[in-house]
């Protein structure tokens, strides 16, 4: 079936994953005045776990919502072949980016190193997304069987090879930890939305839309972003606090 012409983008998308990459560099300056010992900033509970929850839910619904777009277009115009290989293709490199922080986090912080984080989680959901990015409630579903499965599996003890399951030992920790359960199913529930409000790639008619050029810039820039802003808050906090740094770093566990 084909589909109409649309924008390669669509700005309220881009404005909504600025505010995701906003909220993420908020919650990282914060982590970071901790890890440097700056300030004894509390990441673990309260308002600032609610943000880093916030804010890789947030990403995770937009993968969604833009999985669902990018198949709809990408199914009119692509066999099916085709279709399994984009996806795996473009899942496979956000994953191969993930294992990339997972050597550096070995590296810098060994004792709580990201293992299975948000970037292993898009990557392989981007490589499974032609088995269900072009249902609809169906994912709704699904989603929600994820999420509440979540609290369960998280209950269960086993080995590492299955902390993308969502099961790990006893004494892990990590910084950034986002296994398939409850997390995908935030994904399949961004997959629905966008089949509701994009349906076959185009807003919907008489869905309002908005406008902000500086986030949307963000927003589509947010892998880069996500890549080199801790390096970068790291590097200010250190020339401005270079007085203040404690050692031993202290890094809470995620």
């Not at 993930?98 to 922080?101: F, Q």
């Not at 970068?232 to 200010?236: A, K, M, P, R």
């Given at each position: 079936?084909?589909?109409s012409h649309v924008p390669?983008?669509?700005p309220e998308i881009d404005l909504a994953r600025g505010v995701a990459v906003i909220m993420m560099v908020v919650f990282h300056t914060a982590f970071d005045l901790r890890f440097l010992g700056i300030a004894p900033v509390n990441v673990s509970t309260g308002f600032f776990r609610?943000?880093?929850l916030s804010t890789?839910?947030?990403f995770l619904f937009l993968v969604g919502l833009s999985l669902s777009i990018s198949a709809a277009h990408a199914s009119a115009r692509l066999t099916p072949r085709q279709f399994v290989e984009k996806y795996l293709l473009r899942g496979a490199f956000i994953f191969a980016l993930?294992?990339?922080?997972t050597v550096v986090t070995w590296i810098v912080i060994p004792g709580t190193f990201?293992?299975?984080g948000i970037l292993h989680l898009i990557g392989l959901a981007v490589m499974a997304s032609p088995l269900y990015s072009r249902y609809s409630w169906q994912n709704l579903l699904l989603g929600a069987v994820f999420i509440a499965l979540g609290p369960v599996v998280a209950g269960i003890r086993g080995s590492l090879w299955l902390l993308w399951?969502?099961?790990h030992p006893p004494a892990f920790a990590s910084v950034d930890y986002t296994p398939i359960f409850p997390w995908m199913g935030v994904v399949l529930i961004g997959v629905f939305v966008g089949s509701v409000i994009y349906p076959l790639g185009n807003r919907r008619p008489g869905f309002s839309t908005f406008s902000f050029a500086p986030l949307e810039f963000l927003g589509r820039h947010s892998l880069t972003i996500y890549l080199v802003h801790q390096p970068?808050?790291?590097?200010?906090l250190l020339l401005l606090f270079s007085g203040s740094i404690v050692m031993p770093f202290t890094v809470p566990g995620g």
């Open positions: 079936m084909k589909i390669t983008r669509f609610l943000l880093a890789a839910g947030l993930g294992l990339g922080i990201i293992r299975f399951f969502g099961i970068v808050i790291i590097g200010v």
